[in-house]
């Protein structure tokens, strides 16, 4: 298997439909909006993704790639060629969204709530993925840094390896720490950039390569989580067993709101699983999302954000999932996530004084954000042109001035029970 594998990885008849010299990204100067929207570019339909990862690939079957990669590329410098190897690229234009099919249908065969009351945002269910582009990483290639990233790729792949056999895993931050004092990392980017690397050459996920998540994220509510383990990504996805009676989980964007509900016990009033990452969400909570929504298929997921571009990017990564990803990014998208809150309609009657002016960023990233979504969530879209039309934005504690001073759980029942969300 690992010979196959290495034939496609390294070019030797694999299915790469294009080249493009090597390229390092500059990780967080791509915003998600920068995603191909579905309908534009190819086909739908003629438009292939990068071979899927691995996802139950064992210890001993990476440390079987990684040494089979090794032995491959010292045995190409003996016979005096210059290795290159190929790799899916990371940047904008080899990203897409694709749409998922099974998705929104319960246990039963039906719909679930959100689809049948338009909690799918008027679209279909997709996921953010990479596409069959390639780069090339070569020692001697034209790109500056294209020897450097083969550098620190094999540095990476000797530290992993020497994890797997000991048997330990490492945070992306610690295997920072761990290589720093090499020449070719020269910031936490660089092992960043390594890692998506050694995942797009193995096809493991980065778990597989015993690199975990630091977790920032909280859960509250109506659910029982039974691993005696610590909480590291592989025990998120292989090793925990949920127990829960509720009827929807709740995905808050900001700490503090989702605290305040939490002491309201806003879940014992809606049986709901209450899960904030905090701000933009840590890979440990949308993987903890991801395999609770996987044992409860037809559990509503909702979004509660901010009325504001930055909001509705949260809401994407979530949803769709991270371009930073890459390969991965699919195995933790939420395709059935729906919008409940902040959006205009619920913000009709707040105070004046609760919204800011929309800044140019702002504008830039709704208008890109917008475009995206026209087609695979167009409910989403059009609150988006909302924001844009009015030039205003707030904060989900907008919703409490609204009525002279609503209470924000009083409003989010009825809205619940009204159906409204998109």
């Known amino acids: 298997m690992a010979d196959r594998l290495l034939a496609e990885i390294f070019g030797r ?115 953010l993925r990479m596409q069959q582009h390639t ?10 840094e294209s020897g450097e990233a083969v550098a620190r790729l094999f540095v990476l792949l000797e530290a992993v390896h020497q994890n797997l056999l000991a048997g330990v895993s490492a945070t992306q931050r610690e295997l920072w720490y761990m290589l720093k004092t090499l020449e070719v990392f020269r910031c936490p980017r660089d092992v960043g950039e390594a890692i998506q690397d050694a995942v797009s050459m193995l096809q493991v996920p980065r778990s597989a390569l015993g690199v975990t998540a630091s977790s920032k994220g909280l ?27 509720a009827q929807l989980v709740l995905v808050v964007e900001k700490d503090a709101v989702f605290q305040r509900l939490a002491q309201q016990r806003f879940f014992d009033r809606v049986p709901c699983v209450l899960v904030t990452g905090k701000g933009v969400p840590d890979l440990a909570t949308r993987a903890f999302l991801s395999c609770l929504t996987a044992c409860f298929p037809g559990l509503p997921l909702l979004g509660l954000v901010d009325w504001n571009p930055c909001g509705a990017n949260i809401l994407c990564i979530y949803r ?8 991965e990014s699919p195995h933790y998208a939420l395709p059935a996530l729906g919008w409940l809150g902040a959006r205009s309609s619920q913000l009709q009657q707040a105070d004046a004084g609760a919204f800011q002016e929309l800044t140019g960023r702002d504008r830039t990233m709704a208008t890109n954000l917008s475009h995206t979504l026209r087609h ?47």
Not at 135 to 144: E, W
Not at 233 to 238: E, G, L, P, S, V
Request: glycine fraction near 14%; aromatic fraction near 4%; proline fraction near 2%.
């Open 135 to 144: 780069q090339t990483r070569s020692l001697l290639g034209r790109h500056p």
């Open 13 to 127: 008849g694999g299915a790469a439909s294009q080249r493009h010299d090597s390229q390092i990204d500059d990780e967080g100067a791509a915003a998600w909006d920068e995603a191909e929207a579905p309908g534009s570019g190819d086909d739908e339909g003629e438009r292939a993704s990068a071979p899927a990862l691995d996802m139950d690939a064992s210890a001993a079957e990476v440390c079987r790639r990684i040494v089979s990669a090794s032995l491959w590329f010292v045995s190409q410098l003996c016979n005096g060629q210059v290795p290159s190897i190929e790799l899916v690229q990371r940047d904008a234009s080899n990203r897409a969204l694709m749409e998922v099919r099974g998705v929104g249908e319960n246990e039963a065969g039906g719909e679930n709530e959100s689809d049948a009351e338009g909690g799918s945002g008027g679209g279909g269910a997709y996921v």
């Open 219 to 245: 859960v509250a509510g109506r659910v029982a989580v039974h691993d005696t383990r610590a909480g590291d990504i592989a025990h998120i996805t292989r090793h925990l067993a949920y127990q829960s009676d």
């Open 376 to 422: 695979a969530c167009p409910g989403w879209a059009a609150e988006l042109h909302q924001m844009l039309d009015s030039g205003s934005k707030a904060e989900l504690e907008a919703l409490d001035t609204v009525d002279g001073g609503t209470d924000l759980a009083d409003l989010l029942i009825h809205c619940l029970e009204q159906g409204d969300y998109i």
């Open 320 to 327: 769709f999932g991270s371009h930073r990803m890459g390969l």
